[in-house]
């Protein structure tokens, strides 16, 4: 299928997500999502959404299409969070605007009951819960 021939329909807005090589040590080929979208078409219904506009969506219900362009994504218009007006030089340089929580440090186990820290080994004798 092929983008020039595809019309979204009803409040449809068809998205072009916007993405940026992604900065590392190592160079990489790969991109990595900006966090908003470029409005690439939209329905005869939309209200509010024009092509062009640069929009922000948490939607997790959208539709993904694959044309031989690349994948795009359908959402309806009130599907919308909010619009984005990217600067000269955001468009130029696009930057990240959500950053990922670092969740690499590891919990120490916490055991109350344990004999190196001084616990009590005694307890909780019944019907085999605990093996001495």
């Known amino acids: 299928m092929r983008l020039i021939n595809y019309k ?66 359908q959402i309806p218009e009130h599907g919308i969070d909010g619009y984005y007006t990217p600067s000269n030089e955001e468009l130029e340089n696009p930057v990240p605007i959500f950053t990922s929580s670092s969740t690499d440090e590891e919990e120490e186990l916490n055991v109350i009951d344990s004999s190196s820290d001084g616990g009590n080994n005694d307890l909780s004798q019944e019907l085999g819960i605990r093996n001495q």
């Open 8 to 73: 979204p329909a009803k409040n449809n807005v068809l998205l072009e997500e916007v993405k940026v090589a992604s900065s590392g040590s190592i160079v990489l080929h790969q991109e990595v999502s900006v966090g908003y979208y470029k409005v690439i078409d939209v329905g005869p219904l939309c209200q509010e959404t024009s092509v062009g506009d640069f929009v922000l969506s948490a939607l997790q219900m959208g539709t993904e299409l694959t044309f031989v362009e690349g994948k795009r994504l």
